[in-house]
Protein backbone atom coordinates (compact mmCIF):
# COMPACT_ATOMS: atom_id res chain seq x y z
CA UNK A 1 0.00 0.00 0.00
CA UNK A 2 1.67 3.09 -1.50
CA UNK A 3 -1.54 5.43 -0.95
CA UNK A 4 -0.10 7.27 2.16
CA UNK A 5 3.52 7.93 2.61
CA UNK A 6 5.58 9.46 5.35
CA UNK A 7 9.08 10.81 5.88
CA UNK A 8 11.59 10.12 7.67
CA UNK A 9 11.56 6.84 8.50
CA UNK A 10 14.04 6.95 10.87
CA UNK A 11 14.56 10.11 13.26
CA UNK A 12 16.99 10.63 16.11
CA UNK A 13 17.07 14.12 17.87
CA UNK A 14 17.93 15.86 20.92
CA UNK A 15 15.69 17.43 23.21
CA UNK A 16 16.70 20.87 22.19
CA UNK A 17 15.99 19.75 18.49
CA UNK A 18 13.24 20.92 16.14
CA UNK A 19 12.35 18.35 13.28
CA UNK A 20 9.21 17.67 11.04
CA UNK A 21 7.95 14.92 10.24
CA UNK A 22 5.71 14.90 6.82
CA UNK A 23 2.63 12.49 5.60
CA UNK A 24 1.24 13.00 1.86
CA UNK A 25 -1.45 11.03 0.72
CA UNK A 26 -2.16 10.50 -2.69
CA UNK A 27 -5.93 8.47 -2.26
CA UNK A 28 -7.89 11.79 -2.72
CA UNK A 29 -8.92 11.72 1.18
CA UNK A 30 -10.01 14.35 2.71
CA UNK A 31 -9.05 13.62 6.48
CA UNK A 32 -5.59 13.11 8.28
CA UNK A 33 -4.62 11.42 11.51
CA UNK A 34 -1.28 11.42 13.73
CA UNK A 35 -1.18 8.74 15.97
CA UNK A 36 1.68 7.73 18.18
CA UNK A 37 2.38 4.29 19.10
CA UNK A 38 4.91 3.64 22.20
CA UNK A 39 6.41 -0.26 23.27
CA UNK A 40 3.51 -1.83 24.71
CA UNK A 41 1.12 0.56 24.72
CA UNK A 42 -2.15 0.59 22.03
CA UNK A 43 -2.20 3.41 19.66
CA UNK A 44 -2.67 6.43 20.56
CA UNK A 45 -4.79 9.14 18.70
CA UNK A 46 -2.98 12.39 18.50
CA UNK A 47 -4.74 14.49 16.34
CA UNK A 48 -7.08 14.91 13.51
CA UNK A 49 -7.45 16.84 10.58
CA UNK A 50 -10.62 17.19 8.13
CA UNK A 51 -10.55 19.30 5.06
CA UNK A 52 -7.72 20.86 6.68
CA UNK A 53 -9.35 21.78 9.47
CA UNK A 54 -8.29 20.66 12.87
CA UNK A 55 -11.07 18.67 14.80
CA UNK A 56 -9.33 17.07 17.38
CA UNK A 57 -6.47 17.52 19.50
CA UNK A 58 -6.57 14.86 21.77
CA UNK A 59 -4.87 16.61 24.86
CA UNK A 60 -1.38 16.41 22.80
CA UNK A 61 1.37 18.23 24.47
CA UNK A 62 2.29 21.60 22.76
CA UNK A 63 6.12 20.75 21.82
CA UNK A 64 3.68 18.83 19.16
CA UNK A 65 2.46 20.86 16.36
CA UNK A 66 0.56 19.28 13.63
CA UNK A 67 0.10 21.36 10.39
CA UNK A 68 -1.91 20.56 7.14
CA UNK A 69 -1.41 22.82 4.23
CA UNK A 70 -3.72 20.99 2.19
CA UNK A 71 -6.00 17.52 2.16
CA UNK A 72 -3.02 16.09 0.72
CA UNK A 73 -0.09 16.74 3.13
CA UNK A 74 0.13 17.08 7.12
CA UNK A 75 3.17 17.29 9.12
CA UNK A 76 3.91 17.23 12.51
CA UNK A 77 6.32 20.10 14.00
CA UNK A 78 8.55 18.66 16.89
CA UNK A 79 10.01 20.73 19.39
CA UNK A 80 12.25 20.44 22.87
CA UNK A 81 10.48 16.69 23.16
CA UNK A 82 11.23 14.47 25.96
CA UNK A 83 13.15 10.99 25.54
CA UNK A 84 9.40 9.05 26.83
CA UNK A 85 8.60 10.84 23.33
CA UNK A 86 10.37 8.46 21.37
CA UNK A 87 7.71 6.26 19.76
CA UNK A 88 6.44 4.99 15.89
CA UNK A 89 4.40 7.63 14.75
CA UNK A 90 2.12 6.93 12.49
CA UNK A 91 -0.04 8.92 10.02
CA UNK A 92 -3.66 7.77 8.70
CA UNK A 93 -6.28 9.21 6.46
CA UNK A 94 -9.83 8.64 5.32
CA UNK A 95 -12.09 9.54 2.73
CA UNK A 96 -14.06 11.33 5.34
CA UNK A 97 -14.60 11.91 9.10
CA UNK A 98 -16.83 11.99 11.22
CA UNK A 99 -20.73 10.72 9.68
CA UNK A 100 -21.42 10.57 6.36
CA UNK A 101 -24.45 10.05 4.45
CA UNK A 102 -24.42 6.90 2.99
CA UNK A 103 -21.59 4.32 3.50
CA UNK A 104 -19.94 5.76 6.76
CA UNK A 105 -18.51 3.14 7.34
CA UNK A 106 -16.67 2.75 4.31
CA UNK A 107 -15.67 6.34 3.90
CA UNK A 108 -14.51 6.63 7.45
CA UNK A 109 -11.84 3.44 6.91
CA UNK A 110 -8.16 4.28 7.76
CA UNK A 111 -5.47 3.78 5.92
CA UNK A 112 -2.06 4.31 7.45
CA UNK A 113 1.49 5.24 6.44
CA UNK A 114 4.47 3.33 7.49
CA UNK A 115 5.28 5.32 10.21
CA UNK A 116 8.39 6.98 11.47
CA UNK A 117 10.41 5.55 13.94
CA UNK A 118 11.13 8.40 16.49
CA UNK A 119 14.17 8.21 19.29
CA UNK A 120 14.89 11.18 21.12
CA UNK A 121 17.87 11.64 23.21
CA UNK B 1 -15.21 4.68 26.53
CA UNK B 2 -15.79 1.69 24.29
CA UNK B 3 -13.35 -1.33 24.54
CA UNK B 4 -12.41 -3.68 22.00
CA UNK B 5 -11.69 -7.38 23.52
CA UNK B 6 -9.15 -8.99 21.35
CA UNK B 7 -7.98 -12.74 21.76
CA UNK B 8 -5.88 -14.61 22.03
CA UNK B 9 -2.97 -12.59 22.80
CA UNK B 10 -0.32 -14.49 21.26
CA UNK B 11 0.00 -17.62 18.91
CA UNK B 12 2.54 -19.94 18.35
CA UNK B 13 1.59 -22.42 14.96
CA UNK B 14 3.18 -24.45 12.68
CA UNK B 15 3.39 -23.53 8.93
CA UNK B 16 0.65 -24.65 7.41
CA UNK B 17 -1.51 -24.67 10.39
CA UNK B 18 -5.01 -22.44 10.48
CA UNK B 19 -5.19 -19.58 12.53
CA UNK B 20 -8.17 -18.20 14.51
CA UNK B 21 -8.78 -15.07 16.62
CA UNK B 22 -11.02 -12.70 17.36
CA UNK B 23 -12.92 -9.46 18.81
CA UNK B 24 -15.47 -8.75 21.26
CA UNK B 25 -16.74 -5.23 22.01
CA UNK B 26 -19.97 -4.85 25.10
CA UNK B 27 -21.39 -1.93 22.25
CA UNK B 28 -22.27 -2.40 18.75
CA UNK B 29 -20.36 -1.31 15.83
CA UNK B 30 -21.18 -0.87 12.49
CA UNK B 31 -17.71 -1.11 11.20
CA UNK B 32 -15.17 -3.88 11.73
CA UNK B 33 -11.94 -3.78 10.16
CA UNK B 34 -9.00 -6.21 10.61
CA UNK B 35 -5.03 -4.53 10.38
CA UNK B 36 -1.80 -6.18 9.84
CA UNK B 37 1.34 -4.63 11.75
CA UNK B 38 4.96 -5.92 10.73
CA UNK B 39 7.85 -4.31 13.29
CA UNK B 40 8.43 -0.97 12.55
CA UNK B 41 5.68 -1.09 10.25
CA UNK B 42 2.38 1.02 9.89
CA UNK B 43 -0.63 -1.04 9.86
CA UNK B 44 -2.01 -2.45 6.41
CA UNK B 45 -5.62 -3.32 6.28
CA UNK B 46 -6.16 -6.48 5.48
CA UNK B 47 -10.37 -6.87 5.27
CA UNK B 48 -12.97 -4.10 6.41
CA UNK B 49 -16.80 -5.18 7.26
CA UNK B 50 -19.66 -3.12 7.10
CA UNK B 51 -22.94 -5.29 7.42
CA UNK B 52 -23.72 -7.30 10.59
CA UNK B 53 -23.44 -11.03 9.16
CA UNK B 54 -21.23 -10.25 6.47
CA UNK B 55 -18.38 -12.87 5.45
CA UNK B 56 -15.15 -11.25 3.51
CA UNK B 57 -12.15 -13.01 1.95
CA UNK B 58 -8.90 -11.57 1.30
CA UNK B 59 -6.75 -14.61 -0.34
CA UNK B 60 -6.41 -16.70 3.01
CA UNK B 61 -8.07 -14.67 4.92
CA UNK B 62 -11.30 -14.47 5.93
CA UNK B 63 -13.07 -12.44 8.28
CA UNK B 64 -16.70 -12.06 9.69
CA UNK B 65 -19.09 -9.29 11.09
CA UNK B 66 -21.05 -11.36 14.00
CA UNK B 67 -25.11 -11.15 13.33
CA UNK B 68 -25.16 -9.26 16.92
CA UNK B 69 -22.60 -6.30 15.68
CA UNK B 70 -20.60 -6.85 19.21
CA UNK B 71 -17.89 -9.38 17.49
CA UNK B 72 -16.04 -10.38 14.69
CA UNK B 73 -13.40 -13.17 14.14
CA UNK B 74 -10.92 -13.42 11.50
CA UNK B 75 -9.24 -16.68 10.08
CA UNK B 76 -5.57 -17.41 8.64
CA UNK B 77 -5.66 -20.54 6.62
CA UNK B 78 -2.41 -22.61 5.86
CA UNK B 79 -0.25 -19.78 7.39
CA UNK B 80 2.95 -19.10 6.10
CA UNK B 81 6.21 -17.33 7.97
CA UNK B 82 5.39 -13.94 6.21
CA UNK B 83 1.78 -14.30 8.06
CA UNK B 84 4.07 -13.00 11.47
CA UNK B 85 2.92 -10.10 12.89
CA UNK B 86 0.63 -8.70 15.33
CA UNK B 87 -3.06 -8.43 13.84
CA UNK B 88 -5.46 -5.59 14.95
CA UNK B 89 -9.31 -5.55 15.07
CA UNK B 90 -10.62 -1.57 15.07
CA UNK B 91 -13.73 -0.35 15.09
CA UNK B 92 -15.32 3.54 14.81
CA UNK B 93 -16.51 5.10 18.06
CA UNK B 94 -18.87 7.98 17.57
CA UNK B 95 -20.57 10.52 20.23
CA UNK B 96 -23.85 10.67 20.58
CA UNK B 97 -24.33 13.65 17.97
CA UNK B 98 -22.20 11.10 14.78
CA UNK B 99 -19.59 14.37 14.56
CA UNK B 100 -16.86 12.65 17.25
CA UNK B 101 -15.43 9.46 15.01
CA UNK B 102 -12.49 8.15 16.70
CA UNK B 103 -11.40 4.34 15.86
CA UNK B 104 -10.93 2.37 18.71
CA UNK B 105 -8.28 -0.44 18.85
CA UNK B 106 -8.25 -4.28 20.21
CA UNK B 107 -4.67 -5.07 21.60
CA UNK B 108 -3.49 -7.19 19.23
CA UNK B 109 -3.08 -10.69 18.55
CA UNK B 110 0.21 -11.65 18.12
CA UNK B 111 1.00 -14.35 15.13
CA UNK B 112 4.30 -15.95 15.71
CA UNK B 113 4.44 -19.22 12.58
CA UNK B 114 7.51 -21.68 13.22
CA UNK B 115 8.55 -23.11 9.44
Known amino acids: ETGVTQTPRHLVMGMTNKKSLKCEQH?????MYWYKQSAKKPLELMFVYSLEERVENNSVPSRFSPECPNSSHLFLHLHTLQPEDSALYLC????????????????????FGPGTRLTVL | GQQLNQSPQSMFIQEGEDVSMNCTSSSIFNTWLWYKQDPGEGPVLLIA?????ELTSNGRLTAQFGITRKDSFLNISASIPSDVGIYFC???????????????FGKGTLLTVNP
Open chain 2, 90 to 104: AGPTENSGGSNYKLT
Open chain 1, 27 to 31: LGHNA
Open chain 1, 92 to 111: ASSRYYGRAAGESGRLNTQY
Open chain 2, 49 to 53: LYKAG
